[in-house]
């Protein structure tokens, strides 16, 4: 069962409010998951639409575009800046 890998899945009403990973090594911090085993293989079940967030790190490169995206709950948004 424990191959070192874990299944993310993300549950939202928009696809807007999901991560978007562009390249391998990039690092996403998620918050306030659902941890299951389902088919035998460890799961975090992330709600975007109950309370679950998450912030995505861009990996290592050479560019020097803004280094973090995130999603934070609507009630939480306007009061936290990064």
Known sequence: MNNGC?????FSKTLDALPVIKRVGDIIR???ANIGIYRNQ???????????????????SDNDEDDITSQRPPSESSNMKI
Request: proline fraction near 0%.
């Open 42 to 60: 460890k799961t975090f079940c992330i709600n975007l639409d109950f309370g679950s967030s998450w912030a995505l790190f861009k990996g290592a």
């Open 6 to 10: 874990v299944k993310v899945t993300f």
């Open 30 to 32: 998620i918050h306030r």
